[in-house]
């Protein structure tokens, strides 16, 4: 009787001719690709989180850097006629500081070692202690407002002057921000 279950058991092996193996290889192949995939979308996922953190950094440092500067107007206190540090007395009518003025620059580094630097500028065209309303970016009503377009103005006329802060804020992974804000003294 063992005989006979040999010769039954080499029928069987005759027949199969390996189709087995080349479906388990198959399903194998597309369980490789499926890891990879896995792999490279975490991956992914990661450095999305990463440059996240950083951006998010900068934000904060971007935050510190305009009290820096509110400080910084605050302890000007009155000697706004002259460039100083980080101050620019007359405004050159452009969008951003040029690059003599980030010469004179303030720098600063957050707690989390970002590194900040900031200028402020008199949002005018003049020289300090003309009337600011003539040259200068201010607080004053619209002219078409005003009554018959003459000086008396329904409203009283603002002579604050605005200051504009431009802050560049240099992160982890070459990340970057620009940030300005405008303050009235």
Known sequence: MARHQVSIGCRVRER????????????LVFML?????????VDTANLIAGNFAF???TLQASDAGVEAAFARLGALAGAFEADAAGYSAL???????????????ITGTTPGGVS???????LCTSVPGSDPR???ISGDPDPKVKS?????????VPTSVYYRATIRVQGPRNTARTVQALFSH
């Open 134 to 136: 003539d040259e200068c």
């Open 16 to 27: 199969q001719r390996g189709a087995a193996l080349f479906i388990a290889l198959i399903a």
């Open 33 to 41: 690709l499926g890891g990879l995939a896995l792999v490279r979308s």
């Open 55 to 57: 951006r998010q950094a």
């Open 148 to 156: 018959g377009g003459v000086d008396d103005s329904p409203f009283p």
């Open 91 to 105: 405004w050159d009518g452009k969008d951003e500081p040029g690059d003599a003025d980030w010469a004179r620059a």
């Open 116 to 122: 900040y630097a900031f200028i402020i500028q008199r």
